[in-house]
């Protein structure tokens, strides 16, 4: 029997969560972000789901690549743009379109003698400070790249720091609006700027292209619950306990003896570990379903199990089901309880986890 770890994936929750992107941008057109795996969801998997998207986005050229392989032809959107010269070639070859965010790739842009036509997304550095060109800077940058006779479309693009959270003091969701204003103000294309939280939450910044990801695994990018934004999972993991232990007031459990019992209890071992993605700073107390009874970890997360406090799960046995996020146990309570977010806990999926389409 194969161990019992399975994440499912729900390729219809994929398609409601896409419809759900776009009701709250009816207007707009869909990149669907499939980097990281499509968040540790697969990329053919993604692929089916989202064939209503109007083009997918990603990090990875090899993905790029490969999603053409797969079939898709509508846009892919490398969002890190080029790394090299050579991606250059690929991109060009492969119809790619890709971000431009800095005077290096713009230097790499004049220099290759490629026919085009290459449609590009300028990427202006709104506050964020990690890429693209600042807002004093980006009409020159623009200048620059619509001089090149290969460049054909060039999108205006940023991405928001605090769009789940507007008023923060480090950068106002409205002073990265007013930036991207400034900086754009008179040019006459397509402009790009909304993440998930963007998308769900403020329907008054008007984008040509939206750029969802989490959502469309059906987790929240903060600002209110997944259920409440009306999202469906799309991965559920599941496995089973495989041993029961029977223990006594003062005795303690797993590695480093973490959690010591206050008073006799019943402990189950489940088939899930850090070497399958699950997080190992989850402290006593996440949550975890059993039979679809909601309990909690007990002890330090091991590399292939943890245990959970069965005392009041009624007729739990080995072989009992177990839910680790997903259908039933928002993967954002359980990463919430860990101290992280649910990208983190999706992307984390490991290789030796089987998946499996429901
Ligand atoms: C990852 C990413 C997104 C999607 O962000 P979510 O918070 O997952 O919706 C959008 N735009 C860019 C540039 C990204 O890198």
């Given at each position: ?296 970890t007990v002890g330090r997360v091991s590399m292939d ?6 005392t009041n799960v009624p007729g739990a046995a080995v ?40």
């Open positions: 029997m194969p161990r019992p770890l399975l994440a499912s994936i729900d390729i219809s929750a994929l398609h409601h969560n896409l419809r759900i992107a776009k009701s709250h941008a009816p207007l707009a057109k869909i990149w669907a972000v499939v980097k990281a795996n499509a968040y540790g969801h697969g990329l053919e998997r993604a692929m089916r789901g989202f064939a209503e998207a109007d083009g997918l986005a990603l990090i990875e050229p090899e993905n790029a690549l490969r999603l053409r392989e797969l079939g898709w032809q509508k846009p892919i959107l490398l969002l890190e743009g080029i790394f090299d010269a050579a991606d250059l070639d690929t991109a060009a070859q492969a119809g790619l379109n890709f971000a431009v965010h800095s005077p290096d790739q713009i230097l790499l842009l004049e220099r290759a003698a490629l026919k085009g036509p290459l449609d590009v997304h300028l990427k202006m550095n709104s506050g964020m400070n990690r890429l693209g060109f600042k807002s004093e800077a980006y009409r020159a940058a623009y200048q620059r790249l619509r001089a090149i006779p290969a460049v054909r479309k060039i999108t205006l693009m940023t991405h928001f720091a605090n769009a789940d959270d507007p008023l923060n003091p480090g950068l106002p969701l409205l002073q990265q609006v007013q930036l991207f204003e400034q900086g754009t103000a008179g040019i006459e294309e397509e402009r790009s700027i909304a993440n998930s939280a963007a998308d769900l939450m403020h329907p008054e910044l008007k984008s040509d292209w939206v750029r969802p990801g989490i959502m469309l695994y059906g987790a929240s990018p903060g600002g209110a619950s997944a259920e409440q934004f009306g999202l469906k999972p799309a991965m559920t993991l599941t496995s089973k306990i495989i041993g029961i232990q029977r223990i006594g007031a003062g005795e303690a459990i797993g590695y480093g003896s973490r959690f010591v019992a206050a008073a006799p209890m019943i402990v189950g071992a489940v088939a899930c570990g850090y070497a399958d993605g699950y997080p190992r700073h989850a402290p006593n107390g996440t949550p975890v379903l059993v039979d679809g009874v909601r309990t909690t199990m943890f245990s959970v406090d069965l072989g009992s089901n177990v839910t680790l996020w997903g259908a039933g146990l928002p993967i954002d309570e359980v990463a919430h309880a860990a101290g992280t977010i649910g990208y983190e806990l999706m992307c984390a999926l490991a290789a030796r986890v089987k998946v499996v389409e429901s």
